[in-house]
């Protein structure tokens, strides 16, 4: 079962920690990769799936998912869009600058059921951001899983998240690694498919019978990635998903992030399909 870190939460530290940016890379004209460390060498002690809570004196918090492994040691990134108050502020932060971070909160994706099966790691968007901390740990523990294919879709080629590791990913010989983008404009220089990424799965050769897909994007995308493995034979019991709620608090407090009866904040953002799809407004 996917593994609830209720228990942690109870003894997390509600005060933030201040934390070293070391670099700060632009992914996007929207989006940018901030790479950070804890004080005294500690690691930030999450798993892929999880989410922190970021935040500048003065301002409100946020919430970002985690988007590295921590199976690399030493610091952890984020990825974060400029779209408010204190994601703006964020942009303007520059390397040796400190910031505020509660966390690691949520649930993780159920890493030993994946051991031995093969994956199929669907993302949209700034999904990409929390899946690549999945991605990085098959990379690094790449004996554990059977084959790994990876579909992205982006809305142009200007907002691909990643790019650079795209192509890494499309050369590994431990990755199947196919993209899209919904749309080009005339002068882009584009040359990979074109449409949505739901057109990325019918021409997949999955086993049924041992494969799991996890889904990470804009809430528009999943009932209609879902169709497409249930046309391929892979149930709600092989398909993991991490909703994307406005978590305010992050230990399940202020009840912001609820469906229904489970808070996305403690008992998600990542959840097995078979658990949140018969919830009103989970999907």
């Excluded at 502020?89 to 159920?110: N, Q």
Aim: with cysteine.
């Amino acid at each position: 079962m996917i593994k609830s870190k209720n228990e942690a939460i109870v003894s997390q530290n509600y005060v933030p920690t201040n934390c070293e940016i070391l670099s700060i890379t632009t992914l996007t004209p929207s989006e940018k990769l901030f790479k950070i460390k804890m004080p005294n060498g500690k690691e930030l002690g999450h798993m892929p799936g999880q989410f922190v809570q970021v935040s500048i004196p003065g301002l409100t918090e946020a919430p970002i998912s985690v988007a590295s492994s921590p199976t690399r040691k030493g610091y952890f990134e984020l990825a974060v869009r400029n779209a408010g108050t204190l994601t703006g502020a964020l942009h303007k932060l520059d390397e040796g600058d400190y910031l505020g971070i509660r966390g690691p909160f949520g649930s993780c994706f159920d890493i030993e059921a994946m051991k031995g099966k093969n994956l199929l790691l669907i993302s949209g968007g700034c999904g990409l951001a929390p899946m690549r901390s999945l991605i990085q740990y098959c990379e690094d523990n790449i004996d554990e899983f059977e084959n790994v294919k990876i579909l992205y879709g982006a809305k142009n080629p200007e907002q691909m998240l990643f790019k650079d590791e795209i192509r890494q990913w499309e050369e590994s010989r431990h990755f199947n690694c196919l993209y899209t983008v919904d749309e080009i404009k005339s002068g882009d220089n584009y040359k990979g498919k074109v449409g949505l990424i739901t057109k990325l799965i019918p021409p997949l050769n999955i086993d049924k019978n041992n494969t799991i897909a996890v889904i990470i994007g804009p809430p528009v995308m999943y009932k209609f990635v879902i169709a497409e493995l249930m046309k391929k034979g892979i149930n709600e019991e092989q398909i993991i998903v991490s909703l994307e709620r406005y978590m305010r608090c992050g230990i399940g407090k202020c009840g912001h992030c609820v469906i229904e009866h489970k808070y996305c904040c403690i008992d998600g953002p990542v959840f097995w399909l078979k658990d949140v799809m018969e919830l009103k407004g989970a999907l």
